[in-house]
Structure formats: C-alpha cells, structure tokens
C-alpha cells in the first residue's frame, strides 16, 4: 500500500534501522523513570507538589542547558555526544535503582537524578536529530523524524506494559530500575557501530554569536516560529498529566499512586495507532489541519479526565490524551525540521527541547495549583490552556500559509557520508538566512 510504503520509508537505510533501535530501547527506559519518578516522590511524601518538583531536574538541566546542546551539535561530531548522552542517563537509572533497593531515595535525590539526566538529553537530543539529518536524503527527511515519534510512541506502549507488567508482580520499583538500567546493554553497541559523520567544516564563533543566530532564524520563519511556540503550549499542558495523576488516583479515586501503568498504556497504544498514519501525511497538505485536530483532541482529553468518576473512565480519558499528545509532538516536529535548513538542525531542535524542560519546571506549580484547588479543577485548566493554545497556533496558520516556504539545503547521501556536490552547512555561517516571510 503506497501509504505504508510512505510511512517507512526510512527505514531502508541500514544506519537509520540501527540509530531507530537504539532509540526505541533507550527511549523505553527513559519514559519508564520518568513515569514512575512522580508514584515514587508521592510515595515518600504524599504531596502533589513533591511529586513535581522531582521532575524539575530534568527540566533545569533542558531548559538552561538545550540551546548550548543545539550550537554543539551543529559544530561536532553526532555520535560522541550521543553516546554521552546515552551512557550517563544509564548510569544514572542504574543508581537510582541502587538507592531505592537499600531505601536511601529521597525526593532531593531524585530531582538530583532528574537534574543529571536532563543534561544529558539536552546534548543528546538535539544531535541525535540532526544526526538523522546525516543519515537519510533530504527528501526522506520528514518522514525518518516522523519515524522517530513512532519510536517515541512505541515506548511509551512498552514503558507502561512493563511497568503493569513488572512492578508489583515481577519486581518492585527498584527492580523496575535495575531493568531498565539493563536495556542500553544493547542500546550502547548498536550506536557505537554507527558511521561517525563529520563535524561541521564552518568557521567558528563564540556559543553565544551561534546560539543567537539560531534564535534569530527560527524566530524570524513565521512557519518555525508558530510551530516551536505551540510545541512548547502543548508539551507544557500534555505532560502535566504525568504529575498530577498519582494525586488523582489516591486523592480522588482511592486507588495506589503507583497504579498508572494500565493508564499510560492506554495513552501509549492510542498515540501509536494514530502515529502511523500521521507518519505518511507529514509531507502533504493535511499536515497542518493533522497538527490542529491533534491539539483539540488532547484538551479535551483533559475535561473528560477533570470529571472521569472511576479508575476506569480515566483510562478511558488517557485514550484522547495520548492520542493529541503524541500526535501534535510527531507532526509539528517533523514540520520543525523538514522546514529548516540545515545547518540549523541542532539549534532548532534543541528549542523544541526548551518545551521538555519548560514542562518540568512548571511540574511544581501544577502540583502546588492541584493542592490549592484540587486535582480535577487543575485538570480542567490544563484542558482549558491546551485549547487557547491550538487555537493560538490555528489562527496563525490561516495567516501565514499562503507565505512561501524557505528554500530547502539538499541533503547528504544515504550512507551518512557528504555526497558530492551538496551543501553541507549555510552559505554563510556569519549570516543568519533571510527566509521568505
């Protein structure tokens, strides 16, 4: 089916297939600690706003340190810095495990935890991106990030099976940790196989001069623009979920802060089911209206969710949730990155990063509102804000669609080595491009 054949396309390139694997594992073990570290902060304390602040770390470390990831990547060498990135978040996971094995885990500790693992995705994220950008031919580019949200959805199915399936049964929490700690036992030699690329031949300026010329270009494409702000809206509003659903189960509910696996499974496997279509728009006209009906379903995934009355309505309410949220993310990031020039890939990335760490650290304040004027009301507002926000994105749409698209860089051959004859970096590195618009 030639929608399919869209859909996958990629994946013909053998250094894609194993950049793709390692990512699906990595991101798996990933997504299991963060969805446990709000049950295991509620635990200890039995605060919403306990349950935020421990996954403020990662957002201290993404969003002070993403944009500094994202002037690297487009300066060296990808896969050292992903490989960093990837051995340190395991390390981490590793002694996280180690410490609530022998009860010494407190909640400083784990946005300690967090804060360690956020700067690692703030290097590793935005290389890893535009490493795709190496590995696959320009014109593949949208749907090899398209299959990277795939990725992201498939682990978030396999996050929360393993966590129903392990903890409590299997394992405990810190087992579940020590499991995950073992999944890059594969992750590390698939990405240490890979071809290392070069690192970009463009003079260099001070971090700064770069970082700013990022900022610039980005902000100054009407299409990037509008696509990074209302990335950051529904990442912000579509993660509060995480946090405030162990004081929903156990404060509304009666039920474990610790049972959210059957929820997040229920998200996951709805988010993957629609990634796979979405996959092979992400390059036609739809891609845009796609983008918004995604937005729209996620918020009102959360008014249902305000007023669910039973465990099982809110796996029900997880359903549109995960639907919206991982749909949005997959499409606006492909159109992220499909619309810049190449040389820009680690800069615009890791301002897409910025809304990981933006959503981390207004964890905290989620859980504070949700103290002060309950779990189900805060809900609301969250459902409330992701509206205002896709209409915000919509109605810039309408404005700015019939502007023409910024020429696009061609891009390198599929083996991940230049091919000759292309364009490696910006004509100018000194001159921020002056895209149409």
């Given amino acids: 089916m030639p929608l399919f054949r869209g859909t996958f396309a990629a994946l013909q390139h053998r250094d894609y297939r194993m950049l793709w694997s390692g990512s699906l594992l990595a991101t798996t073990a990933f997504m299991m600690s963060f969805m446990l570290v709000p049950s295991v902060a509620f635990e200890i304390t039995g605060s919403n706003a306990a349950a935020g602040l421990a996954q403020m770390g990662s957002g201290i470390g993404m969003f002070a340190v993403a944009p500094i990831g994202g002037v690297i990547a487009d300066r060296v060498a990808k896969k050292p810095l992903v490989l960093a990135g990837q051995i340190v978040p395991a390390l981490v996971i590793l002694a996280t495990g180690v410490l609530i ?15 360690i693992m956020g700067l690692g995705f703030a290097f590793m994220g935005p290389a890893r991106q ?20 795939i990725a992201q959805n498939m682990s978030q199915v396999a996050a929360p099976l393993f966590i129903a399936l392990l903890v409590g049964t299997v394992l405990d929490i810190g087992g579940a940790y020590l499991f995950m700690a073992s999944l890059f036992v594969v992750v590390l030699p698939l990405t240490s196989l890979l071809p290392s690329t070069p690192a970009s031949a463009k003079e260099r300026r001070p971090i700064r001069s770069e970082l700013m010329a990022g900022l610039a270009y980005a902000w100054g494409v009407p299409r990037l623009r509008t696509l990074w702000l209302g990335f950051v809206g529904v990442v912000v509003c579509g993660f509060a979920f995480q946090t405030l659903l162990p004081g929903l189960l156990d404060e509304e509910l009666g039920r474990q802060p610790t049972e959210v696996g059957p929820i997040f499974l229920a998200m996951a496997v709805a988010g993957l089911a629609v990634s796979v279509p979405l996959a092979g728009i992400v390059v036609t006209r739809w891609s845009w209206p796609a983008l918004l009906a995604m937005g729209f379903v996620m918020a009102g995934g959360f008014l249902i969710l305000s007023i669910a009355p039973t465990y099982a309505l809110v796996i029900v309410a997880g359903v549109p949730i995960g639907i919206g949220r991982s749909g949005f993310m997959l499409v606006s990031t492909a159109l992220l990155m499909s619309g810049a020039d190449r040389a820009y890939h680690g800069r615009v990335m890791s301002l897409a990063m910025m809304a990981f760490g933006s959503q981390a650290l207004l964890a905290p304040l989620w859980g504070l509102l949700a103290d002060a004027i309950g779990v189900r009301q805060t809900l609301a507002v969250v459902g409330v804000v992701a509206t205002v926000v896709t209409a915000a994105v919509g109605l ?16 390198p051959a599929p083996t991940g080595r230049p091919a000759v004859g292309v364009v490696t970096s910006a004509t100018d590195a000194e001159d921020v491009p002056q895209a149409a618009g």
């Fill in 101 to 115: 094995q022998t009860d010494l885990i407190t909640v400083p500790l784990l946005t300690l935890a967090t804060l």
């Fill in 396 to 411: 810039s749409w309408v404005r700015i669609r019939r502007e023409p698209e910024p020429p696009a860089e061609p891009g």
């Fill in 130 to 149: 535009a490493w795709v950008g190496e590995l696959v031919p320009r014109d593949t580019l949208p749907n090899a990030i398209a299959l990277q949200g």
